[in-house]
T-cell receptor, first 112, second 114 residues
C-alpha cells in the first residue's frame, strides 16, 4: 500500500442517521488529519492526531462529530444525527512531521 | 484573521506559459505555507512548501515566492504542460502542534491548453 486509503468512497444516508468513515494512513506516518471539502472550496480543517492523541479539533465541529485513532494506526470519523449541511467530501491525510502531505481519495457523504 | 485569500479563481494558459497564482494571508503568526495540487476525483497532494525565512523556493518547475512584509506568497509554474491542468490550493498554518491545522485558500482552476 503506497497511499492513504478511505472507506467507504461514497455514502448516502438519510437525515438523522449516524455514519462512520474509516481512514488508513501510510503506515510509517505518525500524524493523521481529517478535513472536509465542499464543491468549489478549499479543504476545511476538522481534527488531527499525533499517534493516538487528538491534538486539535476545529471549533466549527459540533458535538455530533467525533474522531478516534486507537493504537495510533487507522482512524474513524463518526457523524451522529446527520444534517443536510454535513454533505461534503471528507478527506483524510497523513504525514511524518509538519502538515498533511498525502490526502486520501475522500469519502463523499450525501445526506438526503 | 484566519483567512487566506487566493486569486485568480481560474486561469487559462497555453503550453509553455508561466501561470502565477497569488495568495494573501492576515494572521502574522502563520509560518508554514504549502501549496497543493488536486486532480478531479482525487485528494489534494502536497506540491511545495515554504517557511518565511526564505523569499523563494524552487522544486522542479514549481517556484514559491514569498513576501513577508506584504503577507503574500505566490506559485509560479514554469514551462506549463497540459498535465498541470488541475486545481491548486495555497494554505497556511502556525508552527508547533498547529502545523496540521491548515487554513486553505479557495482554489484556482488551472487549464493549460496544448
Amino acid at each position: 500500500d503506497t497511499g492513504v486509503s478511505q472507506d467507504p468512497r461514497h455514502k448516502i444516508t438519510k437525515r438523522g442517521q449516524n455514519v462512520t468513515f474509516r481512514c488508513d494512513p501510510i503506515s510509517e506516518h505518525n500524524r493523521l488529519y481529517w478535513y472536509r471539502q465542499t464543491l468549489g472550496q478549499g479543504p476545511e480543517f476538522l481534527t488531527y492526531f499525533q499517534n493516538e492523541a487528538q491534538l486539535e479539533k476545529s471549533r466549527l465541529l459540533s458535538d455530533r462529530f467525533s474522531a478516534e485513532r486507537p493504537k495510533g494506526s487507522f482512524s474513524t470519523l463518526e457523524i451522529q444525527r446527520t444534517e443536510q449541511g454535513d454533505s461534503a467530501m471528507y478527506l483524510c491525510a497523513s504525514s511524518f512531521g509538519l502538515g498533511p502531505g498525502f490526502f486520501g481519495p475522500g469519502t463523499r457523504l450525501t445526506v438526503l | 484573521q484566519q483567512q487566506v485569500k487566493q486569486s485568480p479563481q481560474s486561469l487559462i494558459v497555453q503550453k509553455g506559459g508561466i501561470p502565477i497564482i497569488n495568495c494573501a494571508y492576515e494572521n502574522t503568526a502563520f509560518d508554514y505555507f504549502p501549496w497543493y495540487q488536486q486532480f478531479p476525483g482525487k485528494g489534494p497532494a502536497l506540491l511545495i512548501a515554504i517557511r518565511p525565512d526564505v523569499s523563494e523556493k524552487k522544486e522542479g518547475r514549481f517556484t514559491i515566492s514569498f513576501n513577508k512584509s506584504a503577507k503574500q506568497f505566490s506559485l509560479h509554474i514554469m514551462d506549463s504542460q497540459p498535465g498541470d491542468s488541475a486545481t491548486y490550493f495555497c494554505a497556511a498554518s502556525k508552527s508547533g502542534t498547529s502545523y496540521g491545522k491548515l487554513t486553505f485558500g479557495q482554489g484556482t482552476i488551472l487549464t493549460v491548453h496544448p
